[in-house]
């Protein structure tokens, strides 16, 4: 397992990466991690293009 912390201003360009491994239906997001207005997503596929500073990547290996 593989954890992201403050991916938050990179994001855009992790997305892409994971997306491009074939990891994102085993990235688990969470956005305002701790926060009010904390957001869950249960692949990185349903989540938004953008993510605020205490964003939260969770990959699963295979």
């Not at 349903?46 to 205490?54: L, Q, V, W």
Request: aromatic share 6%; net charge positive; hydrophobic share 40%.
């Amino acid at each position: 397992m593989k954890v992201l912390m403050k991916s938050g201003k990179q994001f855009g360009q992790v997305k892409q990466l994971l997306l491009k491994k074939g990891v994102a239906e085993r990235t688990r997001v969470v956005q305002n991690c701790g926060l009010p207005g904390e957001t869950i997503f249960p692949t990185l596929i349903e989540s938004e293009d953008t993510a605020g500073y205490f964003t939260l990547l969770i990959v699963k290996e295979s």
